[in-house]
């Protein structure tokens, strides 16, 4: 049974840079598409993007200019990172494991909130 | 960027009541959509594929079924575990998207 946690700081200050990472057990991240979602209030389930375990990505263009993902095979770890945020960014941020080329989710983690303040 | 639009927003049933949920998308996404279940505090639970495919694990009370841009959840006998928040997402586009939920309330 695969298995996800998220893991990070709770709080974070305006402007500066949200980072999460994903911890994968009970299985291999290898051959997998992840996903990081999130989700606030004000927009429901904003879905970020989807790496491969190869490093491959794919972003919503609507942050693209803030979004990083990264994965690391060797820790069967994935991470997020989102530069310059502000208090819309305040939300449940999910990791989940994609189904073929990144299409529907079949495992979530249990979700992390972060809220944007100083 | 693909619009989902669910309806109604809230729904009030009682147990054992036949629950229909509707999933609009802005255009046409084959069946390429899945259903999600989702409880206060919990990550969301896929039930539904492919538009009408039941995950491994979900009840068959619930049923999924159209194709195109119009979609329905069903479920056939509600029972108290299934009052919960419902959502669907498409995954014909590259960039996926959710529709905005739709509660199910005890009545």
């Known amino acids: 049974q695969v298995q996800l946690q998220e893991s990070g700081p709770g709080l974070v200050k305006p402007s500066e840079t949200l980072s999460l990472t994903c911890t994968v057990s009970g299985g291999s991240i290898s051959n997998y598409y992840w996903s990081w979602i999130r989700q606030s209030a004000g927009k429901g389930l904003e879905w970020f993007g989807r790496?491969?375990?190869?490093?491959?990505?794919s972003y919503n263009p609507s942050l693209r200019s803030r979004v990083t993902m990264s994965v690391d095979t060797s820790k069967n770890q994935f991470s997020l990172k989102l530069s310059s945020v502000t208090a819309a960014d305040t939300a449940v941020y999910y990791c989940?494991?994609?189904?073929?080329?990144?299409?529907?989710?079949?495992?979530w983690g249990q979700g992390t909130l972060v809220t944007v303040s100083s | 960027d693909i619009q989902m639009t669910q309806s109604p927003s809230t729904l009030s049933a009682s147990v054992g009541d036949r629950v229909t949920i509707t999933c609009r998308a802005s255009q046409s996404i084959s069946s390429w959509l899945a259903w999600y279940q989702q409880k206060p505090g919990k990550a969301p639970k896929v039930l539904i594929y492919k538009a009408s495919s039941l995950e491994s694990g979900v009840p068959s009370r619930f049923s999924g079924s159209g194709s195109g841009t119009e979609f329905t959840l069903t479920i056939s006998s509600l029972q108290p575990d299934d009052f919960a928040t419902y959502y669907c997402q498409q995954y014909n586009s590259y960039l996926l998207t959710f529709g905005g939920g739709t509660k199910v309330e005890i009545k």
């Open positions: 989940a494991k994609a189904v073929g080329s990144g299409d529907y989710f079949d495992y």
């Open positions: 790496i491969h375990a190869s490093g491959s990505t």
